[in-house]
């Protein structure tokens, strides 16, 4: 089938407004680990999900260690066999060593270091979820450690047997709060995508099911009707409408289940 990709022109003022690495401000949030709850202040989140906590948090929370340079102003961040060095106010960590470029950088706020939890999850093999604005759970153990940036994948997605592996989306490193773009979308149900610019809304069309997704609003439609979504789509800085994966199957019938760290299968309609 052929697909229609999305056509969309906008002025740079909705590009700016666009862009994903825009933190709020400080905040108090709630992690449950296991049976504790933590209460953490300063935290900063981002629209992808990650947030920013203060260092001696994510050490107590993921039961790891910590080593301050005031020299280089920088925190190594020990969780064995990985050890992760982090520089304030720089988009790269190092990963036993190795170099890797960080979305979202660590900062020194208030004499503490705030470092990305979610990509600590990722390479501790812990799954952060966020169920609340304030709330999340971190699972810790699910996955393998990551000791070298070649052991980080890219997403895959397998659509009852077929593999995609998608260009554009946005998550935490566990994938809770994937969002993929609605074009690849479509193709992975072998439907359509059409682009709204006076809604700002996409629209699939698969099988016999109609799905529109608006940009920044918490319900869509199905056939029609309104439908509660998991999470906001959101638009990337290349003025594509990304929306949430697990949404689309609920919305189709489809099981989604998560493999891996990267790994999302999608199973055929449920009858």
Not at 79 to 104: C, D, K, M, Y
Not at 154 to 167: D, I, N, R, Y
Request: include cysteine; hydrophobic fraction near 45%; charged fraction near 25%.
């Amino acid at each position: 089938m052929t697909i229609r990709r999305m056509k969309i022109v906008a002025p740079l003022a909705l590009l700016v407004c666009a862009l994903l690495v825009g933190a709020a401000h400080a905040k108090t949030m709630e992690f449950r680990v296991e049976d504790t709850i933590y209460t953490v202040n300063g935290c900063s989140t981002y629209k992808d999900g990650e947030i920013l906590v203060p260092a001696t948090a994510c050490r107590a929370m993921l039961e790891g260690g910590l080593t301050w340079s005031e020299t280089l102003q920088a925190v190594v961040f020990h969780h064995a066999p990985s050890r992760l060095t982090f520089f304030a106010g720089r988009n790269r960590v190092l990963i036993n060593g190795e170099e890797q470029f960080l979305g979202h950088e660590a900062k020194l706020q208030g004499g503490k270091m705030h470092l990305p939890i979610g990509f600590l999850c990722e390479i501790v093999g812990a799954k952060l979820t966020r169920v609340a604005p304030d709330y999340a759970v971190i699972e810790l153990g699910l996955f393998d450690h990551i000791t070298s940036p070649a052991q980080r994948q890219g997403l895959q997605v397998q659509v009852a047997g077929a593999m995609f592996k998608p260009e554009t989306y946005r998550a935490l490193p566990t994938c809770d709060q994937l969002r993929v773009w609605a074009d690849e979308v479509a193709d992975m149900f072998d439907g359509e995508a059409e682009w709204d610019s006076e809604l700002r809304a996409a629209t699939l069309y698969i099988d016999n099911d109609t799905l529109v997704f608006f940009e920044d609003k918490d319900e869509g439609l199905l056939n029609g009707m309104p439908f509660e979504l998991s999470r906001k789509p959101v638009m990337t800085k290349h003025t594509k409408l990304l929306i949430p994966l697990d949404s689309v199957c609920e919305m189709l019938g489809r099981e989604y289940i998560q493999e891996g760290a990267w790994e999302i299968l999608v199973g055929n309609p449920v009858e």
